[in-house]
């Protein structure tokens, strides 16, 4: 299952309508790094919007998108809710290009929302909060020239970004130590095994030293 890591979610009042040439983006800043599989936009639809694109991108000195898009996913945009306040939908980023899905911890991202083939009357509505947006890692950006160039608004877009840990973060037990041992008293070589829990950043956090003749390797030779 896939690990929340940031997002806004209260507070939506108005929507930003993403059309041919206009385009809407969430600037964010994950804490964690780690690998993004999945976004959730609240939004609704008018008409019949068609196949709408679901990006990430980094972001220049000011803030705003910019390069290529690193990965993407697609939704049908005709299958969602025509009443407002709209509804969640997850979108899986399948196509990695451009550094992929891998986030770095304080680096701003920017999320972008377009659709080239839809135009008026039929859209695609993203929710934000326009009266009290509180996301400090981000803000509202919107295109009107299919990204080229942006502007930034003082506002939230409705988001979940969502992925992977870069390490496992449940234990693995490993065998930690070996010690081969020569037992006199029965004349064999015995093996003593220590056993531990990998974790996330590969330290040992739980030693058990249990100990057990794994084989016998040699017997003492008659004299």
């Known amino acids: ?8 979610i209260t507070g939506d009042d108005f929507i930003l309508a993403i059309i ?3 385009w809407g983006a969430q600037t964010f800043t994950p804490s964690t790094s780690h690998i993004m599989t999945q976004v959730k936009i609240k939004v609704y639809r008018v008409g019949s919007p068609g196949t709408q694109t679901v990006s990430i991108r980094a972001t220049d000195g000011s803030g705003h998108p910019t390069g290529s898009d690193r990965v993407l ?3 049908d945009g005709n299958a969602i809710t025509p009443t407002s306040p709209g509804e969640w939908v997850t979108v899986t980023l399948t196509e990695q290009v451009a550094g992929g899905a891998y986030l770095v911890a304080s680096t701003k991202y920017a999320l972008i929302v377009r659709n080239l083939a839809a135009g008026t009357p039929d859209a695609l509505r993203w929710r934000y909060d326009d009266s009290a947006p509180t996301y400090a890692g981000g803000n509202l950006e919107y295109s009107n020239d299919n990204g080229a160039s ?3 608004y003082t506002g939230d877009f409705m988001f979940e970004e969502l992925g992977n840990p870069l390490y496992p973060t449940d234990p693995i037990t490993r065998v930690t130590n070996l010690v081969h041992r020569y037992n006199r008293a029965i004349g064999e070589y015995v093996l003593e095994a220590a056993l531990g829990e990998v974790v996330d950043d590969f330290g040992i956090s739980i030693v058990d030293m249990t100990v057990g003749s794994a084989s016998v390797m040699q017997q003492e030779s008659s004299k």
Do not use: C, D, I, R
């Not at 299952?1 to 806004?8: I, P, S």
């Open 1 to 8: 299952m896939a690990t929340l890591y940031e997002n806004y």
């Open 20 to 22: 041919t040439s206009q």
């Open 73 to 75: 996913g697609t939704f």
């Open 150 to 152: 942006w502007t930034t």
